[in-house]
C-alpha cells in the first residue's frame, strides 16, 4: 500500500449541483459527484479536556470555547470507497464499496477535496479540529457523542475499558451505527479522520472561532479512532497526529462545506 499511486479524471463538465446551496440545519443533500452532506447548526462549545475526565491529556489542555458560524455542512459519514473512486478510479479494486475508505494520507485527503470542489462547484475542505469536535460532540458535553460512557453499540471500536475485546474486528459501512444529534455516523471508531490543523502538542494559543490552526511542521490531527483502538481513544476530546504523507490501514477522512446562509 505504500506504493499506491493515485490518478484522478480531468474535469470535462461544468459542474453539476445536486443539493440546494440554501444552508439550514438538519438537511441532507448531496453533490452528484460527492458524498452525502448534513447542514450543521451553529453555536459555542467547551473544546478540549471535560472536568473531572481521568484519561485527558496535556494535548487536551486548556479547555477552551470556540464558536462555529452557521452555514456550516458535513459529510454523514467518513468518505467511502465508492465516492474516493470518482476522483481515483483505480483506488483499491478489491475494497467493498461501501467502506470507508483508507490508506489516504492527508495530501491525498485534501487533494480529493480540491478535485471535489472543481467538480461540484463548491469549496470542499477538510473540517478544521475544532469544526469537527463541535460536530462530534453534537452538544454532549459527556466524554462521548452518547454521554459519559459509550457501548459496542453504539461504535466500532476494539478493546472496551476493561480490556474485553469487543466489535466487529474490521471496518464497517456508514449505517451500521446510530448517528450522533447532529446526525453524523461514526465520530467514534471505525477509522480515524483527518482534519485541516497542523498539529500543536497543546491548545496555548488555538484559534477561538473554528478556523483550522496553521502552522510550520509535517505533522497534521487526526480525530475519531478507529476500529481497532481502545474505547479510552474514543474520547471527543481525543487528539492524534501523524506526518502528512502517512497511509494507514485505519485512516480515512470526511469533509466539509460552507455554504452561503440566506440564499
Known amino acids: 500500500m505504500k506504493d499506491l499511486e493515485f490518478s484522478h479524471p480531468m474535469i470535462a463538465h461544468a459542474p453539476k449541483l445536486v443539493g440546494e446551496s440554501s444552508w439550514s440545519p438538519g438537511r441532507v443533500w448531496q453533490d452528484e459527484e460527492g458524498p452525502q452532506m448534513i447542514d450543521i447548526p451553529p453555536g459555542w462549545f467547551t473544546m478540549g479536556e471535560n472536568a473531572g475526565d481521568p484519561l485527558a491529556t496535556d494535548a487536551e489542555r486548556p479547555p477552551h470555547e470556540v464558536s462555529i ?112 444529534e447532529f446526525g453524523l455516523h461514526d465520530v467514534h471508531g471505525n477509522v480515524c479522520q483527518w482534519v485541516a490543523d497542523v498539529w500543536h502538542p497543546d491548545y496555548d494559543g488555538a484559534p477561538a472561532e473554528g478556523s483550522a490552526w496553521t502552522g510550520r511542521g509535517d505533522l497534521r490531527v487526526l480525530r475519531g479512532s478507529a476500529w481497532d483502538n481502545q474505547a479510552p481513544l474514543l474520547r471527543c476530546s481525543h487528539r492524534d497526529c501523524l506526518p502528512r504523507h502517512t497511509r494507514r490501514h485505519n485512516v480515512g477522512f470526511r469533509v466539509a462545506v460552507r455554504l452561503e446562509v440566506g440564499e
Open 69 to 180: 458560524a452557521a452555514g456550516l455542512a458535513f459529510s454523514t459519514a467518513a468518505v467511502t470507497v465508492a465516492e474516493f473512486r470518482h476522483f481515483c478510479p483505480a483506488y483499491l479494486p478489491e475494497e467493498d464499496p461501501g467502506l470507508p475508505a483508507v490508506f489516504v494520507s492527508w495530501v491525498d485527503a485534501t487533494e480529493y477535496c480540491a478535485w471535489l470542489s472543481l467538480a461540484t462547484g463548491r469549496p470542499y475542505r477538510l473540517p478544521s479540529e475544532s469544526e469537527w469536535e463541535f460536530a462530534c460532540r453534537a452538544g454532549s458535553v459527556g466524554a462521548f457523542a452518547f454521554g459519559d460512557e459509550i457501548t459496542p453499540q453504539q461504535a466500532n471500536y476494539c478493546d472496551a475499558v476493561n480490556g474485553l475485546r469487543v466489535g466487529p474486528g474490521r471496518r464497517t459501512p456508514r449505517g451500521i451505527y446510530p448517528a450522533n
